[in-house]
């Protein structure tokens, strides 16, 4: 069974970016969010096995998620997806539970390399 | 990919970027065997470049990218810096400017860097003959020292192209507490997450794992070029750590503007509120409204305290304006700047930065001499312009003075007497008067226009701009010594209590500060004089001002028109206008009025239901 993701993008286009990588590789993205809130519903409702998270959204922030989310399953694997001279938030969002990041303008490559990382 | 968002950031980062940029060329180019400025110049290219790359601004990362090649030459080579390379860098700072703002405003299609691309590439191919491929090697083995301590030293490099090495860096670390005990890192977390982190990190690992599976578990964080873990005891120098910046966050200016107009509207209704308290005579509700009104105070000085800007965020441009004139000019120039840290408002600061421009042009233009003539005054061949801010009470005083030829008063005074603005027997010009008359336009005694100190309109836009602001200018003048031009500015944005008057379908408010008292025009005993309306107030004659008429507004004022009595010293005026809407306190913006408008506006607010009001200028009507 291939592995589900749950992708957490304010953007469309940065959602449908990642989904298409994902799906192409034969991951099953299972839900979308475009807030941290929306992501900690659907993390609770979907129980996916590996989560993208943008570090920059409306409402809560994607660190704000990555802690709500750890807080009710302390095994969940989270992926920031950050933009470059975001250093400090990527450091604050491992800090709080999240395995790996990557960096935009993302390369399909790299992307898989750190989805492969953090369910390995 | 939506990177609108990020847009405004990248383009304050940059201006930012590039503003130390062009400092760091100027002390390079004072002092050529420095090696400090190229290091920062270097960081803060390649700030830009990765800022750029990730908008998508293909332009400007080239650029940067190509012009950081460069610099990384240089700053390997340990080469000083020749007059060509310099101008260089100035012209690609400039390029990246351009290209930059372009980009931003969606223009990147119409930004040719081709030119300065082609001069920066040339010149590092003939930097890098010189230097030798040899020295731009990546040193092999790791330089970080080994931290003393127990457990095993292990050493990692990361892959040079890894991004955010602090956070990989970190997560690496985080691995590693799953295997033992992590202690003694070096550099520090603080240095890792700075910029100049470059992926090399060491570290005490106290486990029972294997070497080999403690490698691998490294290898597993990403983005590892190379792992050594060693029992060795060797103790070296420890990596000198990079200090923590305190913490910051941006606000967007238009966030902060906001949040005053919300203020101005909070002190209404504490006001409101008040006035009922005081009416009700209700013990709880009058001490519900003494903590509401003191809330809202302290919130009020907080965010004037959140807007104060040092002063260097707009004076650090004006080096390189300097500079780039004094050079067109053929003139030498000697340019200080002291009291950088000294702090206004943003929309006061942002307000001043044009008028400054005009100031130091007239300066190194019209005020300082040509070495030549300078000798032959006796002079020292270097003038000198000096910017300066200065704390004076509750006012700050900003500078701007040369040792210059001075402004020559016989010539101001001979053109103002040809246009009938000063007496024809008059002999000298105060000070004041002299200010007076340079802020009229039409007063340039300058022999040539030019594109560097314009038409003599400078000093009337500086008064102007400064007025509207609540400020003040000075100006002091001297034959052959030179000129000082001082600028007195309130330090804070003024919220203040004005009248909303009615006229037509415009809204105008009108500072109290000069109302003396508001009355029924249709109660008072206007009489005819010279063509000018005048009305009887007790015991003197208050000449009219129909605020209709002035404006141009079609139609007839209302029967019942109200009329705001202003007074400044011993004059006063009656203004007429259709209706009065009460009082309010307003944020003042300062205001540049377009050309050809009245000059009875001081500025301008937005009034609580978001509607831009202009405020009227007492001092315009009296």
């Known amino acids: 069974m291939s592995h589900t993701v749950l992708v957490c993008d304010d953007a469309i286009f940065m959602r449908t970016m990642i989904s298409d990588i994902l799906t192409q590789a034969g991951y099953e993205v299972v839900g979308e969010a475009e807030s941290g809130t929306q992501a900690v519903e659907k993390y609770a409702q979907l129980k996916p096995d590996l989560v993208t998270m943008d570090i920059v959204m409306p409402d809560m922030g994607g660190i704000d998620a990555v802690r709500e989310i750890v807080k009710a399953d302390p095994s969940a694997r989270i992926l920031m997806c950050?933009?470059?001279?975001?250093?400090?938030?990527?450091?604050?969002?491992?800090?709080?539970?999240?395995?790996?990041?990557?960096?935009?303008?993302?390369?399909?490559?790299?992307?898989?390399?750190?989805?492969q990382r953090v369910l390995g | 990919m939506d990177l609108s968002q990020y847009a405004e950031l990248f383009l304050a980062e940059s201006r930012e970027h590039l503003s130390t940029i062009n400092r760091l060329l100027l002390e390079w180019e004072?002092?050529?065997?420095?090696?400090?400025?190229?290091?920062?110049?270097?960081?803060?290219?390649?700030?830009?470049?990765?800022?750029?790359?990730t908008m998508g601004y293909a332009k400007v990362a080239d650029l940067a990218h190509r012009t950081e090649n460069l610099l990384d030459l240089l700053r390997r080579g340990e080469r000083t810096a020749s007059d060509e390379v310099l101008e260089l860098l100035f012209k690609s700072a400039d390029s990246l400017d351009q290209a930059i703002e372009a980009s931003v405003a969606g223009r990147e299609s119409q930004v040719d860097v081709g030119a300065v691309l082609q001069a920066v590439d040339d010149a590092a191919?003939?930097?890098?003959?010189?230097?030798?491929?040899?020295?731009?090697a990546r040193p092999s083995a790791p330089a970080?020292?080994?931290?003393?301590?127990?457990?095993?030293?292990v050493q990692v490099t990361l892959v040079p192209e890894s991004p955010l090495k602090g956070a990989r860096a970190l997560i690496i670390l985080q691995q590693m507490e799953t295997l033992g005990r992590v202690?003694?890192?070096e550099p520090t977390p603080a240095a890792m997450e700075a910029e100049e982190f470059d992926g090399r990190f060491a570290f005490r690992l106290e486990t029972e794992a294997a070497d080999e599976a403690v490698a691998q578990a490294i290898r597993g964080g990403g983005d590892v070029e190379r792992v050594e873990v060693a029992s060795t005891d060797a103790v070296e120098p420890a990596v000198e750590a990079v200090g923590r910046q305190a913490r910051h966050i941006r606000v967007d200016l238009r966030r902060l503007d906001a949040l005053m107009n919300l203020i101005g509207e909070l002190l209404t209704t504490r006001a409101a509120l008040a006035d009922i308290s005081v009416r009700r005579a209700d013990p709880e509700l009058e001490e519900v409204s003494a903590k509401f009104s003191q809330l809202a105070g302290d919130l009020q000085s907080e965010i004037i305290q959140a807007r104060m800007t040092p002063v260097w965020q707009v004076f650090d441009r004006f080096p390189r304006l300097v500079r780039d004139l004094s050079?067109?000019?053929?003139?030498?120039?000697?340019?200080?700047?002291?009291?950088?840290?000294?702090?206004?408002d943003r929309a006061i600061l942002d307000e001043i930065g044009d008028s400054l421009v005009h100031l130091l042009r007239n300066s190194v233009g019209h005020g300082i001499e040509s070495p030549k003539e300078r000798k032959a005054a006796g002079k020292p061949p270097e003038g000198v312009v000096e910017l300066s801010a200065v704390r004076e009470r509750a006012a700050v005083a900003i500078r701007v003075r040369d040792d210059g030829r001075g402004i020559d008063r016989a010539k101001i005074l001979a053109r103002a007497q040809q246009l009938g603005l000063v007496d024809a027997d008059a002999e000298s010009l105060s000070d004041e008067v002299l200010l007076r008359l340079l802020s009229q336009s039409g007063m340039s005694t300058a022999e040539e226009v030019s594109d560097v100190s314009g038409r003599g309109v400078g000093v009337d836009?500086?008064?102007?701009?400064?007025?509207?602001?609540?400020?003040?200018?000075?100006v002091h003048t001297a034959a052959g010594e030179g000129t000082t031009f001082t600028l007195r500015l309130p330090t804070t944005l003024a919220i203040v209590r004005a009248l909303i008057a009615r006229v037509g379908e415009e809204r105008y408010a009108l500072p109290i500060t000069h109302v003396a008292e508001t009355l029924d025009l249709g109660a008072a005993h206007v009489t005819r004089a010279d063509e000018r309306d005048a009305m009887t107030l007790r015991e003197g004659v208050v000449p009219l001002v129909y605020l209709r008429r002035m404006l141009e507004i079609a139609g007839d004022a209302p029967p019942r028109s109200p009329v705001i009595v202003l007074q400044i010293g011993e004059r006063r005026s009656g203004l007429v206008v259709d209706q009065l809407l009460g009082q309010q306190e307003i944020v003042v913006k300062a205001f540049t009025p377009p050309r050809g408008m009245l000059?009875?506006?001081?500025?301008?607010?937005?009034?609580?239901?978001?509607?831009?009001?202009l405020i009227l200028d007492a001092g315009g009507f009296v």
Request: proline content about 5%; charged content about 20%; overall charge positive.
């Open chain 1, 82 to 115: 950050s933009a470059m001279g975001q250093q400090a938030l990527v450091v604050e969002a491992i800090q709080a539970g999240a395995k790996d990041f990557v960096v935009k303008p993302f390369q399909p490559s790299r992307v898989l390399e750190a989805v």
């Open chain 2, 461 to 474: 836009a500086v008064v102007h701009a400064t007025r509207a602001l609540g400020g003040g200018v000075e």
């Open chain 2, 599 to 613: 000059p009875i506006f001081s500025g301008a607010t937005i009034l609580g239901e978001g509607r831009p009001v």
């Open chain 2, 30 to 53: 004072r002092d050529p065997q420095a090696s400090e400025p190229v290091a920062g110049i270097f960081r803060a290219m390649h700030t830009i470049k990765g800022m750029a790359a």
């Open chain 2, 183 to 185: 202690h003694a890192v």
């Open chain 2, 327 to 344: 050079r067109k000019l053929g003139k030498q120039v000697a340019f200080r700047v002291q009291g950088k840290d000294i702090e206004l």
């Open chain 2, 144 to 153: 970080v020292a080994a931290p003393a301590g127990a457990g095993r030293v």
């Open chain 2, 125 to 136: 191919s003939s930097v890098e003959k010189l230097v030798g491929r040899g020295k731009r």
